[in-house]
């Protein structure tokens, strides 16, 4: 069983920056999609940044967050992290970590990111 646990959220002011951590504990095996999912009131999930955990570790973004936010990855730690730059009020959403394998979606409980002045 995999478990997700996100860490790092909080109250920031429009500018800012915030890094999330995610803990995965639990074993996968074969090729997996990491990734950044949030929510914000009233809207549906939506993934922001995605990490194929095999080959070279291809990225990619959502349109709204590329060029800002940052997916990396310390295997050493099994820790997924979302590098957050220059946040906007837009920004604000419960953020969760996503461990997809194809067969099962993993999400973490999620960490609330405020972005207001």
């Known amino acids: 069983q995999v478990q997700l646990v996100e860490s790092g959220g909080g109250l920031v002011q429009p500018g800012g920056s915030l890094r999330l951590s995610c803990a995965a504990s639990?074993?996968?095996?074969?090729?997996?999609?990491m990734g950044w999912g949030r929510q914000a009131p009233g809207k549906q999930r939506e993934l922001v940044a995605t990490l194929i955990s095999g080959g070279g570790g291809s990225t990619n973004y959502a349109d709204s967050v590329k060029g800002r936010f940052t997916i990396s990855r310390d295997n050493a730690k099994n820790t997924v992290y979302l590098q957050m730059n220059s946040l906007k009020p837009e920004d604000t959403a419960v953020y969760y970590c996503?461990?997809?394998?194809?067969?099962?979606?993993?999400w973490g409980q999620g960490t609330q990111v405020t972005v207001s002045s």
């Open positions: 996503n461990i997809n394998t194809g067969k099962v979606n993993y």
């Open positions: 639990g074993t996968i095996f074969g090729i997996y999609i």
